[in-house]
């Protein structure tokens, strides 16, 4: 019974956590069509979310084509195959591992920041304050964090694509001792635009779950310290699945 | 509300059975309150109160669970987020823990309304440097508010309050940790606004020099009630224990604590009301 009350609670806490996202999304989609767009802000965020997050998001692009190499390799090595090797590796990072790797550690890194920071700013009043000030909270603190979030992770997901694919080149051509020509061409004949495209929209997609959920978890903290602990932890690991999630829901609605 | 005046001038503030409770604890309780245009009306009463509280409800930061509030004749309430933005223009408000937004250097703080309005950064800077000067803290606008003690940040809050002269100001204990000579100071600069300036204020205090240097009522918050309203003049005078334990600060008399007044409140309460999530998340928030 107890056990049984305890699984309400948590669920009817859960729902009304992620009532918090529905909520703060409408007040966002309602000042969409209306100035002040604070555009030096969204700049800003830009650099914050994109610029700042590059050394990261290259690095795990280059060590995940290069492990897809040596991985595919042993695979396709049992029966001979070793010229699909680059079709492989292109295509799972471009239609799988490029976004979802990108977007988790862009949940981590991003997602906690903007979670921490709101949170902070939350409990120190200074959402309040800004109130006060005849500036809404809304347009200036989550607007410029979720646009940039949604603009930049496609352009992160291209070029950690482009140096995954380096990276699979490098270890297949210096390593594994593959032609260098057939492996290009095998990469390139078999892609479709489709690859890339599907890997682009989860991009988006993703940088709007990490956006929507980390804003909210952190505009809407309460409890002091402990509670912007709370919501920073909250923001990465409720991002980080639902990225997982919509991953595969977007696949499946593509595979059709 | 009695006095003619009312009859003429339309209250700035006016608040009508304001109710407010969190998760089942009433914090306000039937609030009622006029504040005349120009005057100047202290809130006093003990930590834990509601004061805070009661001015973040005026300011429309928390919805009350009833009663309605009028600031200039409207319901703030009743109005889109972009109007009331607008009519926020005309309010200035000191938060208890000043509330500087700690990415920006003093003055950008300071002036963070006037640059919003488009004022060019040469003159914001000015500005907000003589208004450091008016709170006693000349050459610090280019730290930052971490860098600053807690009644150096209060005093930044209250530059920035001020700054882009509000006709109605808020001030959340303005002098809690500022030593006696800069309470002076700031006690003299609050009463010159009101005097050149007209401004209507809501203050809160906890000691009394305040309430002597400018105040032209006085209203005591207790259990959630406005428990009596008077004159400052009649504050002094008063002979109701409640009032004479509050104004002489003593530990023994009627004033019962608010712990007991919270288990009091408790039991009242309706059970059934859940506790929701509401200390884990501030979902009515704006
Ligand atoms: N966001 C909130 N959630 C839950 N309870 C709250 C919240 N804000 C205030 N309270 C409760 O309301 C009561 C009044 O708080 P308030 O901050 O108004 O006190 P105060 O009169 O300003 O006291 P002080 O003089 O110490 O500042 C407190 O008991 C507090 O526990
Ligand atoms: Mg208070």
Redesign the pocket.
Known sequence: MLMLQRIGAASERLAFAVGLYPLLLGKVLRRLHKPPWFFALIIRQCEMVGVQSLPVVLLTAVFTGMVMALQSWVAFHRFGAESMIATVVSLSILRELGPVLVGLMVAGRVGASFAAELGTMRVSEQIDALWTLSTDPVRYLIMPRLIAVILMMPLLVVLADAIGMLGGYAVSVHLLDQNPHTYIRNSYDYLQLIDLYSGLLKATVFGAIIGLVSCAEGYYC?GGAAGVGRATTRAVVISAMSILMADYMLTAWIFQ | MTSPLSQITQPKISLSHVYKS??GRK?LDDISLDIMPGESHIVI?L????????IKCILGLLKPDSGTILVNGENWLELSVDQRLKRMACIGMLF?GAALFDSMPVWENIAFVLLRQGMAKAEAVERAEEMLEWVGLPGIADKKPAELSGGMKKRVGLARAICHRPEIIFYD?PLAGLDPVMSDVITKLIKRLHERMHVTSLT?A?NMKLVDAFSDQVSM?YEGKIYQQLSAAELRLSTDPLLRQFIEGRAEGPIRF?SEATDKADLNADPSQSRKS??IF?KERV
Not at chain 2, 47 to 54: D, E, I, P
């Open positions: 309460a | 969190f998760q914090v009463g930590s834990g109160a509601g004061k805070s509280v009661l208890q204990e809160i906890h918050l608010s509401q200390t501030n």
